[in-house]
């Protein structure tokens, strides 16, 4: 378009001249004389065709063309420089677009539900548990209910592994319990047949399934609803089929809550006698929608009050037990947002750190054009004039640094999205490259260009207005540029070998039995086993004829893989001590378990036995405690030999037989709860954990599991098989991640501010080569010179350290209280840290330097 | 004859003009002013073309390629309806200018003023 109108001008211009001279020629004149004539009344043919072209108001793009085509041109003459700065630009534009999308989808983004700002999550805070957060009783809920005003509905859900009964096989779905008005609270309708009726709501036998449970167990039947089905030996009616993307708050883990599985079925919470009487039974999640208008912390207020009136009622009960309401979103992604935070926090700062590197070496690049500048100066080009075309070489930078980030996004989110099946972190899957995380790239990129640019651009044109060849050095300033990329690394640094430090205490001293080491789960409850004395009688049997497959060296079994099940737990009182008021109760968490089990799980026997023949039936109730459970409960005087009652667990007080080692915690920021043990001899439940260690070479036993489970009951299920390694992986996969992540930025980090000292200290040199020579020349010895050179960049690395320094205990503080939960006073990793990057910037300064000394003397005087 | 430099932007109002007889090029519209106006008027091409595409931008004018009496290929330049009016207007405007203008130049100097 714009070369065909400037090829017309061009034609109407001569077609102009043409006519001109044949008039002349017409009239009288030679050719050759008409010719000349015409052109010197005409004037300048360019600058006719340069007015008139402004007419068209294309000048401003043409120039911006103009400078784009010179900066290309410009940056292609020095190759080396433009790659390193595209790419640390793009490692860290990409790096922060993709945790942005991340963050964006997994944390912010609403959720799929009516009015998902609305729905809030109740907790009570039980100050006697480490991680306060507990559900809530069928009394308390009855009570908030009837007298919250802030709420719309609050609604009580609750979840757990249930088996689909369907021929030989028993898949595994999750059966979410819960009360009536849960579904309609969410606002979404089935996609096939109704929710429940009144009458239904009672008796719970009526269940509505997930697409994906319809589409795979029931290929889709369109007479689905009326069908009935038998999961985990209870009798159902299918009653509905909720919408494909439906997935409703479940629980994950005692404290989480996350978006159900796709293989789910919901059914009418019926809470039982025990639980309807009991305020201390606390069972039940509670999803609430909030009142149009009422506002999140006004309904916190008021359910604190009323939480408060429930306490002095029911003191025995409900003591300091209060009530905390979480936006649903928050309680979805609360455990991850932290992380996601604060690694998009390391990737902007490394994009902060590229970008100061690539300021630094634009002023490098920038002191040696300066001729270059002051003489386009000189011929009249203003200062807005070279800061544009300064600018638009840095947004040029920037711009292939930002197509070159929305790549690497990409491909990131690509592993993320395939990552996100075996990492905790909810709606990963949904990370996408979409059109607002784009909007975020491009941005980033233009204000990475601009924020790089104006600097450097500002700065070298200066002289223009002075109208010298006068040397901008700018060491000052790029002195300053390191001692922020050094502080900035510093912290980087300390904030990753932090995290690698909390990451390594998981993983150090794995068991290397591990990896022969299969879990697998089954349950018997709705059988015949299920009744005493048959369920001490599966287990035994169970547990003799484990050990007898071939290739096992040792099984044993239990109700709760601790760090990873359901950490239910109860109050701990000790027979014969002093009533302790109801408040200061210690708390433990049980589990069934065998003698065979504790080597297994790597619980080493501390004092004490572990159980044997001696504890059976009618033997008095034993139990084996662990060493958190002694300095919660007894720290001072020895357990062992002493009776201890858990509450609601056995009615007989249980005398402590032995203590075992605490478990490592599998993941971050878990410290180890007090635990109690008792024998399946005593009191057995009808759903086992098995755990089974192969002898090296040993295989896998799970066919041979799978048959031996037929023979005893036909109809029990076999799942979660899986070994200790893959559930130790699993439970870590996120926090490798995010280390690993994280170890990455800061490398990468140190890679750079290295380069950066580097670069300026080299500049710093080249300036000075006369005038060490001269030094030289005077009698100055070469430590001399060198350190002259080094000292530029000496201090600022070392203000940088010290900055840095202290920026990493304000990391330490925030990593400490959002991802390890423990505070870190180790100041040692600190230390290593800072002497690392201090060795890294001695190499950056000295090697530069060494070239001062090699200056001869005579050769620079002599030159120029 | 001493040819005189255009009265700032008059030289849109005069290429109107003289496009008002029909479509013509660059040349003749030159060549037309600086005839009707006895030679007096002369249009500098460097004003001109940028004028001309002015004009063109604005709506005024409208131009299109055709060949020339010589039969050759010109850039022919034709008054539009919102340029006929534009014409009109800037002549009226430009009569009250001459007008005053010539009060003011014209008039004897005011008594007592000797």
Redesign the interface.
């Known amino acids: 378009m714009r070369d065909r109108r400037n090829h ?2 061009d ?3 001569r ?2 001249i ?3 001279i ?2 002349r020629v017409r009239q009288g004149e030679s050719p050759e004389a008409a010719r000349a004539a015409v052109l010197r ?4 043919v360019a ?3 340069e ?2 072209r ?3 108001g294309w000048q401003w793009l043409e120039q911006c063309a103009f400078d784009l085509r010179y900066a290309a041109r410009s940056l292609a003459r020095t190759p080396a420089f433009a790659l390193a700065a595209v790419l640390s630009l793009a490692t860290g534009i990409g790096a922060t677009t993709a945790l942005f999308s991340v963050l964006q989808h997994v944390a912010w983004q609403p959720l799929p539900y009516r009015n998902p700002n609305h729905l809030a999550i109740i907790w009570n805070l039980d100050p006697r548990l480490a991680n306060p957060q507990s559900p809530a009783s069928y009394p308390d809920w009855q009570d908030w209910r009837q007298q919250a005003q802030d709420f719309a509905a609050i609604t009580a859900f609750r979840n757990r592994p249930a088996f689909l009964r369907s021929g030989d096989n028993s898949p595994q779905l999750e059966l979410h319990e819960v009360s009536a008005d849960f579904l309609p609270l969410l606002g979404i309708q089935p996609a096939l047949g109704r929710l429940w009726r009144d009458d239904e709501n009672e008796r719970g036998e009526a269940a509505v399934i997930s697409d994906h449970v319809w589409r795979t167990q029931f290929s889709g039947a369109r007479d689905i609803v009326g069908r009935r089905i038998v999961v985990s030996q209870v009798p159902y009616e299918i009653i509905g089929v909720m919408p494909a993307d439906f997935r409703s708050p479940s629980m994950a883990t005692q404290a989480n809550i996350r978006l159900s599985p796709p293989d789910s079925m919901w059914v009418p919470l019926v809470p039982r006698p025990v639980q309807k009487n009991n305020r201390g039974n606390r069972g039940f999640r509670m999803l609430a929608r909030l009142k149009d208008g009422a506002a999140l912390p006004t309904a916190q207020r008021n359910l604190s009050q009323l939480a408060a009136r429930l306490a002095a009622a029911y003191p025995d009960s409900n003591k300091n037990i209060t009530v905390q309401v979480l936006s649903l979103v928050q309680s979805v992604t609360g455990s991850v947002r932290p992380a996601l935070v604060a690694l998009m926090g390391a990737a902007g700062l490394f994009l902060l750190i590229a970008c100061a590197n690539v300021a630094s070496l634009l002023l490098a690049r920038g002191a040696a054009r300066g001729r270059e500048f002051a003489t386009r100066a000189a011929l009249g080009a203003g200062r807005a004039r070279l800061v544009r075309q300064l600018l638009t070489e840095s947004l040029l930078l920037a711009s292939l640094g930002g197509t070159a980030g929305i790549a690497l996004a990409a491909v990131c989110l690509q592993v993320a999205r395939q990552a996100a099946g075996s990492l905790d972190v909810p709606r990963l899957a949904d990370a996408a490259l979409d059109v607002p995380v784009l909007a975020v790239a491009i941005a980033l990129s233009t204000l990475a260009g601009l924020l790089f640019g104006l600097m450097p651009a500002l700065r070298l044109t200066r002289f223009a207005d002075r109208g010298g060849t006068a040397d901008p050095r700018g060491v000052r300033i790029r002195q300053m540029l390191i001692a922020g990329v050094t502080a900035v690394t510093v912290v980087l640094l300390f904030s990753a070998s932090l995290m690698l430090a909390g990451f390594r205490t998981l993983t150090a001293n794995q068991d290397t039995a591990a990896e022969r080491t299969f879990t697998f789960q089954t349950t018997v409850s709705g059988t015949r086993w299920a009744n005493r004395p048959f369920d001490r009688q599966f287990c035994g049997t169970l547990l003799e004829r484990l050990r007898q497959l071939p290739g096992v060296e040792s099984a044993g079994l239990t109700t709760n893989l601790m760090q990873i099940g359901d950490n239910s737990g109860t109050v701990i009182t000790i027979v014969g001590d002093a009533p302790v008021p109801p408040e200061r109760r210690p708390m433990a968490a049980y589990a069934m378990s065998d003698a065979g089990f504790f080597p297994l799980a790597g619980l080493a026997l501390r004092q004490g036995r572990l159980f044997d023949a001696r504890d059976h039936n009618s033997a008095p109730g034993v139990t084996v405690v662990n060493e958190a459970f002694v300095r919660a409960v007894s720290p001072d005087t020895p357990l062992v030999g002493r009776q201890i009652r858990l509450l609601g667990v056995t009615d007989t007080p249980l005398e402590v037989i032995g203590v075992v080692s605490d478990a490592r915690p599998f993941r971050l920021g878990v410290q180890e709860r007090p635990r109690a043990f008792y024998p399946y001899t005593q009191s057995a439940s009808p759903r086992v954990i098995a755990m089974v260690r192969m002898a090296p070479g040993g295989g896998s036993p799970i066919n041979a599991v799978r048959r031996l489970l037929r023979e005893l009951e036909p109809t029990a299920p076999l799942f979660e098989v899986q070994t200790v390694t893959n559930l130790l992986d699993k439970a870590s996969a996120s926090p490798r991640w995010g280390s690993a992540l994280l170890a990455l930025f800061a490398l990468m980090a140190v890679l750079l501010a290295t380069l950066g000292v580097m670069g300026v200290v080299s500049f710093v040199a080249g300036q000075r080569t006369r005038e060490c020579g001269i030094r030289l020349a005077l009698g100055s010895t070469p430590a001399a010179i060198q350190w002259l050179v080094a000292r530029q960049g000496f201090w600022p690395v070392a203000a940088g350290l010290i900055a840095g320094a202290a920026g990493a205990e304000a990391a330490n503080r925030a990593i400490s209280t959002y991802l390890l939960g423990i505070p870190s006073a180790d100041f040692t990793l600190l230390v290593a840290d800072l002497l690392m990057l201090a060795i890294a910037a001695a190499i950056a300064v000295y090697v530069p330097t060494r070239r001062v000394t090699k200056v001869d003397p005579a050769l620079t005087l002599r030159c120029d | 004859m001493s040819r005189i430099d255009l009265l700032q932007g008059t030289l849109g109002m005069l290429i109107l003009r003289a496009l008002q007889w029909g479509p013509q ?4 519209i030159t ?1 037309a002013l600086r005839a009707q106006s006895e030679d007096i008027l002369q249009v ?4 001109l ?2 004028a001309l ?2 004009l063109e ?1 604005q709506g005024w004018v409208r131009a299109e390629w055709r060949q ?1 009496e ?1 039969n ?4 022919f330049y034709s008054l539009t309806a919102a340029g006929r009016k534009q014409l009109t207007q800037e002549h009226a405007r430009w009569k009250q200018m001459v007008q005053a203008i010539g009060n003011i130049m014209d008039t004897a100097p005011a008594k007592g003023q000797s």
Not at chain 1, 41 to 44: D, I, N, R, V
């Open positions: 017309e001008l034609e109407e211009l077609s102009h043409r006519m001109a044949a008039d009344e005409f004037g300048s600058l006719a065709a007015d008139t402004r007419v068209w | 090029h660059g040349y003749a060549q500098e091409t460097g004003s073309y940028p595409h002015r931008k020339t010589a050759q290929r010109a850039k």
